[in-house]
């Protein structure tokens, strides 16, 4: 079954131009120019994913984001014009789960589509599906299940905050650059790195006692982070 992507974007040549390259690579397509008829499509149509312009003219971008997300809604990739490091940032808190910068390449933006899919349908990155869960510190999570918990309450993480924290804790002391991690938990090997450290930021909020001084995912100063929750003991049962 083909997935089906929700394109909201107002510039109608853009996003016929989506739209068209999108049927071709295989999905069914679902498109819109308002925030508002967005929001009612994902809540009817249930898309697998949301491509989301940032600048529309009835209701922000952002603000989609936001209640998409609220609602427990798909994965979502935005489309920017905004270039800073800091409005990336600012669009990733949002809620999205990846960005492309305008302009793109029809080819780049696929390629975006397929692996945020790929990676809501598969189990974490670099991890076994099969492998007992793992506990690190107060952290446990089962991979399998796709669960986590803190102190045994269980954390409500994205897609790729989970993927990243189960490949972190398969890999405890080990010291990742933004780059390593964006090829081994994204299945990337080009974009902006600031999409780790927006992760990083997202995972420290939910995981750590005090998240400006980490002490699970810790910053490895000029390299990038490493998991110091001590090591993984596999676990027989859940709290
Ligand atoms: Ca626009």
Redesign the pocket.
């Known amino acids: 079954v083909a997935a089906t992507v929700l394109v909201v974007?107002?510039?109608r040549k853009l996003r016929e131009l989506v739209r068209s390259y999108l049927e071709r690579a295989g999905f069914t397509v679902l498109s819109t120019g308002s925030g508002a008829e967005a929001l009612t499509l994902a809540g009817s149509a249930a898309p697998d994913l949301v491509i989301l312009?940032l600048?529309?003219p009835d209701v922000a971008g952002e603000t989609v984001a936001r209640e998409l997300r609220a609602a427990g809604g798909p994965p979502i990739l935005m489309l920017t014009a905004k270039v800073t490091e800091e409005d990336r940032i600012a669009g990733l808190q949002l809620g999205a789960d990846d960005y492309v910068t305008k302009p793109f390449s029809p080819r780049e933006l696929a390629l975006r589509v397929q692996a945020v899919l790929r990676r809501g349908a598969a189990p974490g990155a670099g991890t076994a599906a099969t492998s007992p869960p793992l506990r690190s510190g107060c952290i446990e999570v089962d991979v399998a299940a796709r669960l986590a918990w803190r102190a045994g309450r269980e954390l409500t993480l994205t897609v790729r905050e989970f993927d990243l924290l189960a490949f972190f804790m398969s890999h405890p002391g080990q010291a990742f650059t933004r780059a390593e991690l964006m090829k081994r938990v994204w299945g990337w090997s080009f974009g902006d790195q600031s999409t780790v450290t927006v992760h990083v930021r997202r995972l420290r909020d939910k995981l750590e006692e005090d998240p400006a001084s980490p002490l699970l995912l810790r910053t490895v100063r000029g390299i990038g982070y490493c998991w110091d929750g001590g090591p993984p003991t596999a676990v027989i049962s859940n709290p």
């Open positions: 974007e107002d510039e312009d600048g529309l």
